[in-house]
């Protein structure tokens, strides 16, 4: 049933011996005697994460992953150091607690936040025009490895880290530090993306920054790829804005300066967010082109009462 789900995801048995995806069995113990076998005891598994103890009855343990299809998780050099789990298909509703996907909670081998999904593979496909892509889950990252994007890589269960931003700029090229980051194109993906700028801001520094691609609302890069194809997937990718870009937009939007006191206060957050980049120069840059953009936006603009707002002139115009 596992293989049948992964091939009815179009994955091939090569994409599938690549990221060496497995399958958890339903019994509780299996993998407890397994490895007692292999001669590890429980408080080396407990560690290690794979197994825990019971809550219900006391002394007993049980496997952490059960009926799930797992996918290893590797550490930079390449070693396996955690796993993720999807539930079986069909079983989403028979325990609506259980969450479709969960991964190991952090160990000595494995700290959640300081790791992405294929960071060891992906490293060595990064170039000026291929950079990190990063997205949300596993089958993202499988399907564009799948489709040719051999840059992909994705958090591990949570939002982008400001250590998970450090890693892909310390392990990309110089010349490609600019990942791009995908969300979905609804209100949710807009919140994802404004908190990943706000994380990422204050370690800007020359030549570290990160573009942002927004997909059709209700699509994720899986779903995209498999349906659309590569090509489609590239014009987002092409049409990423540099974060930026982003920051004006977003604070435009919320103060769109239709008088001056919105406009001082559009100017007021621009600037104040440009002031929690800690790199001296690089804000300073920021200040400089926000205040030409700011400029430029409103230079040959009228001030004109908004539209539907019941205001009339109190002069006739002679």
Same mark, same amino acid.
């Given at each position: ?64 992953? +059960?009926?799930? @299809?797992?996918?290893?998780?590797? %550490?930079?050099? $390449? *070693?396996?150091? /955690? ?93 490609? +530090?600019?990942? @791009?980051?995908?969300?979905?194109? %609804?209100?949710? $993906? *807009?919140?994802? /993306? ?93 200040? +400089? ?11 040959? *603009? ?17």
């Amino acid at each position: 049933a596992a293989m049948a789900y992964l091939t009815g995801r179009d994955l091939t048995q090569e994409t599938i011996k690549h990221f060496r995806l497995g399958f958890a069995p339903s019994d509780g113990q299996a993998l407890r005697l397994h490895l007692e076998k292999a001669g590890y005891s429980q408080p080396e598994m407990i560690e290690a994460g794979v197994i825990r103890p019971s809550t219900r009855k006391p002394g007993e343990t049980y496997s952490f992953f +059960r009926d799930r @299809i797992i996918f290893p998780v590797k %550490d930079l050099r $390449g *070693r396996i150091v /955690a796993f993720g789990g999807r539930i079986m298909p069909g079983q989403d509703t028979g325990n609506k607690k259980a969450p479709k996907y969960i991964n190991s909670s952090d160990t000595p081998l494995f700290h959640k936040g300081q790791i992405l999904y294929n960071l060891s593979d992906a490293r060595r496909a990064v170039e000026t025009d291929k950079p990190f892509i990063v997205v949300e889950g596993y089958m993202d990252v499988i399907a564009l490895h799948q489709a040719g994007y051999r840059t992909a890589v994705a958090p591990l269960g949570t939002a982008m880290t400001e250590s998970q931003v450090e890693v892909l700029w310390k392990t990309a090229p110089q010349e490609a +530090r600019i990942p @791009i980051l995908c969300f979905d194109g %609804d209100n949710a $993906g *807009r919140r994802a /993306a404004s908190r990943a700028m706000a994380r990422i801001m204050p370690l800007l520094r020359p030549d570290h920054s990160a573009r942002f691609a927004f997909l059709p609302e209700g699509e994720d890069p899986d779903s995209l790829v498999s349906k659309k194809g590569r090509a489609e997937f590239d014009k987002f990718l092409t049409a990423s804005a540099y974060l930026s870009h982003l920051l004006w937009e977003e604070e435009l939007v919320q103060r769109p300066g239709m008088t001056p006191e919105d406009r001082a206060g559009l100017k007021n957050a621009l600037f104040t967010r440009a002031r929690t980049i800690e790199d001296k120069d690089v804000q300073e840059e920021y200040m +400089r082109m926000l205040s030409a953009r700011f400029h430029d936006h409103f230079s040959n *603009r009228r001030e004109k009462p908004q539209q539907n707002s019941g205001y009339k002139p109190f002069f006739k115009p002679q």
